[in-house]
């Protein structure tokens, strides 16, 4: 019975350590949850990252730029005003050429 005081100091500080070791883990968990959750958040902006700098690479090809161009310039040229026929003119059945009906 010598050396009980000292086994009791002994045994509670080890009990205190085994808790706090516990708590440092559970702690160092949810720091891990939380980085693999940024993890995947950064994938994610740099997959975005990625497809941006091709699409900015396709927008300034001047190749791509003058066939998108062709391809809404043309419509703009042949744009001409719709037009717009009253209910009555509808109703008229000599009339065949009929653009757009006013609703």
């Keep these: ?15 205190v350590m085994a808790f706090l070791l ?8 949810n720091i891990e949850i939380s980085n693999s959750i940024l993890e995947n ?8 990252i990625d497809i941006n700098k091709i699409e ?3 927008h300034t090809n001047p ?7 062709e391809l809404y310039h043309q419509d703009i040229e042949n744009f001409q ?6 209910y009555n003119e509808f109703l ?3 009339k065949t050429n ?4 006013d609703y």
């Design 1 to 15: 019975m010598k050396y009980s005081k000292q086994i009791i100091i002994l045994m509670a500080v080890n009990i």
């Design 22 to 29: 516990i708590f440092i883990g559970h702690q160092a968990r």
């Design 41 to 48: 958040k950064i994938n994610k902006i740099r997959e975005q």
């Design 56 to 58: 900015y690479t396709f």
């Design 63 to 69: 190749e791509y730029l003058k066939k998108l161009y």
């Design 81 to 86: 005003e719709s037009k717009i026929i009253s």
């Design 92 to 94: 008229n059945k000599g």
């Design 98 to 101: 009929i653009l757009l009906v």
